[in-house]
């Protein structure tokens, strides 16, 4: 090889991988914890203080009708990680099931492609030691915590910041007490008392210092790090923040609660929570651009089902207007907050009106990645990559949904049954609150969803029983 032909051949070898590289988006999957719909400022909040929220919505892609895939957390998690119906992976409930080794995380696949992952925050898809108790653990978790051993270091993820379920939204290491309006003197009592839940950051391993004040600011001091060590070695990342906020045990600092200081104290808790999250993400959004990474980063945002209420102390969440909270299939338990960031494809502002879900994460992703989805399963989410370039995209595959009850929806109408009752028909556009049953009024479509649906939910519990029977 002459010297000038080796220089050419450097040349475009070089060239392919600085494109391949640009190819290549850093990723940063946020999740809040039991936030509503309503719960943000860009939503109508009228007393909610989110702007960098906000100014996500103003920047980028605003999704209107998003959902969680399920009504709760553990099985919502699991679809972001696998791209499926979480019931298909065994998690149907909070601590019940675990993402199973033969299930094709986004980790794994993005690992193989070069990429380093984190995880900060609540991970809730498994127990983090099979010996060592959680205060809140209960359910499966508590019964056989070796068979739901299943700690993200195990699932290929490289850096990890996480607890395996709730801690309090401030100094989240300690418990703080009696925080319902009747509570007992035996739980005033624990005030300052260490609350059970631990960070860990491997096998055995939990952090001890940097743990007290925000618990937004707690995991974004160890996410923030994690995404300067990836720039720094030019490597390409996925770092998954699931912020414990608002979830239950609801606490803000005085400095949040100062902000709401005119509303009830359980408004000042769940308002001031929230703004502490929303400060932090201004943190996060400010350092990409302090990196020069801003424009190469896909950003998403979501909440895990829709705001909590019953049995859920200072909850005062909003559903905006929508009927139901979460453990509910009406709109105000899976339509949650939507966002997409990401400069270098997105530049301008979009409002999307065509239903997403979190199953459509995975797929979305490795199509922006050019990767095609394995063929060997069923996938549940559909890539929603098509709408970055074409606003009005309309979705053509049904969401399914099972929770305490069943749903279809398509782009128009949802089929809802709760529970053991019939189904119902809602225009889901029309009729958001879902108070006009149409399963009369229409019914060749009535009869189409149902047939459409029965199918798909056939083979979601005959996944599900594969899992359990194992």
């Known amino acids: 090889m002459t010297p000038k032909t080796y220089l050419l051949f450097l040349s475009l070898l070089l060239g392919s991988l600085f494109s391949h590289a640009a190819d290549r988006p850093n990723i940063i999957l946020m999740m809040a914890d039991d936030q509503g719909w309503g719960d943000t400022g860009y939503n109508g909040h009228p007393h909610l203080k989110t702007p960098h929220l906000d100014k996500m919505s103003k920047e980028g892609i605003t999704f209107t009708r ?39 995380t986004l980790t794994k696949v993005l690992k193989q492609e070069g990429y ?48 395996e379920s709730k801690v309090p939204t401030w100094d989240p290491m300690k418990h703080p007490g009696g925080i319902k309006e009747n509570a007992s003197d035996e739980e005033n009592a624990l005030k300052g008392s260490k609350y059970g839940n631990e ?39 996925l770092a998954v923040i699931w912020f414990h906020t608002p979830h239950s045990p609801v606490v803000a600092g005085s400095k949040y609660k100062e902000m709401y200081s005119e509303y009830s104290d359980n408004e000042q808790h769940y ?68 966002l997409l960031v990401w400069p270098a494809k997105c530049p301008k502002r979009q409002t999307v009106t065509t239903p997403c879900v979190t199953t459509d994460y995975f797929p979305t992703i490795l199509a922006a990645l050019d990767i095609p989805l394995p063929d060997d399963r069923p996938y ?35 089929l809802i049954s709760k529970k053991e009752e019939e189904f119902r028909l809602y225009d889901i556009i029309a009729d958001p609150a879902e108070k006009h049953d149409l399963a009369e009024k229409l019914p060749n479509v009535f009869r189409r969803m149902k047939a459409e649906f029965e199918p798909w939910h056939q083979s979601v519990l005959a996944d599900l029983e594969r899992v359990e029977s194992r």
């Open 66 to 104: 998003f959902y969680s895939a399920n009504a709760m957390c553990s099985p919502t998690r699991a679809s972001v990680y696998t791209g499926r119906h979480p019931y298909r992976t065994g998690i149907t409930f909070a601590m019940k099931g675990m993402l199973e080794p033969e299930e094709i």
């Open 116 to 163: 380093t992952t984190g995880h900060f925050g609540k991970w809730h898809m498994g127990t983090l030691s099979p010996k060592k108790p959680d205060q809140n653990r209960w359910g499966a978790f508590m019964e056989d915590p070796e068979r739901y051993y299943c700690p993200p270091w195990e699932r290929d993820v490289d850096v990890s910041f996480v607890t």
């Open 199 to 237: 960070y860990f950051t491997g096998p055995g391993e939990v952090a001890t210092v940097n743990v007290d004040g925000d618990d937004s600011r707690v995991l974004m001091d160890r996410a923030i790090p994690f995404i300067e060590n990836a720039v720094e070695s030019d490597t390409p990342f």
């Open 271 to 338: 308002y001031g929570c929230i703004t502490a999250m929303d400060e932090q993400i201004g943190r996060l959004r400010s350092k990409l651009e302090e990196l020069d990474v801003a424009d190469d980063t896909m950003v998403w945002y979501c909440s895990d089902n829709g705001a909590a209420r019953q049995g859920s102390p200072r909850h005062v969440g909003s559903v905006g207007g929508l009927t139901g909270f979460k453990l509910s299939l009406q709109e105000g338990g899976i339509r949650v907050p939507g």
């Open 380 to 414: 549940d989410g559909m890539s929603i990559w098509p709408l970055i370039e074409e606003p009005n995209w309309t979705r053509t595959k049904p969401i399914g949904f099972l929770h305490n009850g069943k749903v279809w929806m398509d782009y128009k109408y949802k």
